[in-house]
């Protein structure tokens, strides 16, 4: 198993910065992170191909955000700049092994492999007005 543990959450004015770091055993094919705020649908926010280093982003954190990752520490790092209120949540890691899809176009197969693979615990941002 990946075992993948997420981390770097914490409280940040709005306009600021955070990193959140995701560790794993070792390094799965697919890696990215999702949010959730209670009571509503959890959110896709990046996720990488760590063979083919392509990377997907939501809608909402494009140019925002960057997931990269470090393959000598086996980790990915989500990088949040300009951080706005609404991305207040907890953010969980996915990683995935392989591909849980077959015949789909690249980001469809990086967001499902990653919904049906292993996930991290979580860890909250908040962001203040």
């Known amino acids: 198993q990946v075992q993948p543990v997420d981390s770097g959450g914490g409280s940040v004015p709005a306009g600021g910065s955070l990193r959140l770091s995701c560790a794993y055993t070792?390094?799965?094919?697919?890696v990215g992170w999702f949010r959730q705020v209670p009571g509503k649908a959890r959110e896709r926010v990046a996720a990488?191909?760590?063979?083919?280093?392509?990377?997907y982003y939501g809608d909402s954190v494009k140019g925002r955000f960057t997931i990269a990752q470090d393959t000598a520490k086996n980790a990915v790092y989500l990088q949040m700049n300009s951080l706005k209120p609404e991305d207040t949540a907890m953010y969980y890691c996915?990683?995935?092994?392989?591909?849980?899809?077959?015949?789909?176009?690249?980001?469809?197969?990086?967001?499902?492999?990653?919904?049906?693979?292993?996930w991290g615990r979580g860890t909250q941002v908040t962001v203040t007005v």
């Open positions: 070792y390094r799965p094919t697919y």
């Open positions: 990488l191909n760590t063979e083919t280093t392509s990377t």
């Open positions: 996915a990683a995935s092994e392989s591909a849980r899809v077959a015949g789909l176009p690249g980001d469809r197969t990086a967001w499902m492999s990653l919904e049906e693979g292993e």
